[in-house]
């Protein structure tokens, strides 16, 4: 099945050759500051404090460990030059209760005794927690490379929904995924932001 191979998708461009892949465990301290990036102020929120070296090893700490939302299991990197230049946290929606609870745990206990984050996701789609690309890489295409892969895997072959969020704020990203093919579904709030549920089937 392609989901359980090292290496899926290649792209060659500008004599250079992307590689998307399954994260691994050893990916881990790499993978941290692009979902970091990705997810602006979340983990910020999450952690009650705008401490970047918390937020960072925060997430690089549940992305080291099994069954959580933002494990290396759930995570596909590109890289290029064997140098990880982008990452995906994708998972099935129907899990996100399960893979939200040690989260919340650790968050209750070292941070925040009240955190009770709204639900991002559902049954009925796979969802893309995060979708990020290192700062010295913007602006070449990676992410759209990352999400065409995504739509492939999951839409085209496995025939599954798959579904996002979009801060308001972010228009350029909105526009990106209106144009790969995703449809608004609705509005959600996260810990305070309102996002826009984009679909894609």
């Known amino acids: 099945m392609m989901r359980d191979e090292i290496f899926i998708s290649k792209f060659v461009s500008n004599n250079t050759t992307m590689n998307i892949r399954k994260a691994e465990k ?25 401490d970047y070296a918390a937020a960072k090893d925060f997430l690089q700490y549940f992305i080291e460990k099994e069954e959580n939302q933002y494990s290396y299991q759930n ?18 929606g129907a899990d996100i209760e399960t893979l939200r609870n040690p989260i919340i745990e650790f968050v209750r206990k070292h941070h925040n005794p009240e955190f009770d984050p709204e639900l991002e996701t559902q049954a009925g789609e796979f969802y893309i927690d995060a979708l990020g690309v290192s700062p010295n890489h913007q602006g070449k295409g990676i992410g759209s490379k990352i999400l065409q892969f995504l739509i492939k895997e999951h839409v085209d072959t496995n025939k ?17 995924y209106l144009k790969l093919g995703f449809k608004v579904v609705g509005q959600k709030t996260l810990v305070g932001k309102k996002l826009e549920h984009l679909q894609i089937s």
């Open 26 to 50: 050893s990916d881990a301290q790499y993978i941290a500051p692009i979902l970091l990036l990705a997810m602006e102020d979340i983990i910020y929120k999450f952690i009650k404090k705008n």
């Open 75 to 92: 995570c596909y990197v590109a890289t290029e030059n064997n140098e990880i230049i982008g990452v995906a946290d994708v998972y099935k």
């Open 160 to 176: 599954e929904i798959l579904g996002l969020l979009v801060d308001e704020d972010n228009p350029l990203a909105k526009s990106l």
